[in-house]
Nanobody, 127 residues
Framework: QVQLVESGGGLVQAGGSLRLSCAAS????????MGWFRQAPGKEREFVAV???????????YYADSVKGRFTISRDNAKNTVYLQMSSLKPEDTAVYYC?????????????????WGQGTQVTVSS
């Protein structure tokens, strides 16, 4: 019902920046929770950031402690696209990054609560 395609990953030196994009199609997601997760080799998928909207129309964002102050999540409803701006990248940020959609307004950090997933984009940060 919803298709997600991530892009923007690549190889970057520590301290550098990247912007990831997630293009959605098939259904509007303006009122859904939109999240970014990442998974490093041999590790479980972990929460990175989420963006959602309250019943009053206000937008809220939440970040994992490990990325707070360095990453910014945003969206462009006209383009059906959500972004993850990553700055001050560290080697420990190396992972496959996935965008996800939860078909509810309430935000969550639990990856199992999300209904749709992209295929992921590789981010590699070198020292």
């Amino acid at each position: 019902q919803v298709q997600l395609v991530e892009s923007g990953g690549g190889l970057v030196q520590a301290g550098g920046s990247l912007r990831l994009s997630c293009a959605a199609s098939g259904r509007t997601f303006s009122s859904y929770a939109m999240g970014w997760f990442r998974q490093a080799p041999g590790k479980e998928r972990e929460f990175v950031a989420v963006l959602t909207r309250s019943g009053g129309g206000n937008t809220y964002t939440y970040y994992a402690d490990s990325v707070k102050g360095r990453f910014t999540i945003s969206r462009d409803n006209a383009k059906n696209t959500v972004y993850l701006q990553m700055s001050s990248l560290k080697p420990e940020d190396t992972a496959v990054y996935y965008c996800a959609v939860r078909a509810y307004q309430v935000a969550t950090m639990d990856p199992y609560s999300y209904d749709y997933w992209g295929q992921g984009t590789q981010v590699t940060v070198s020292s």
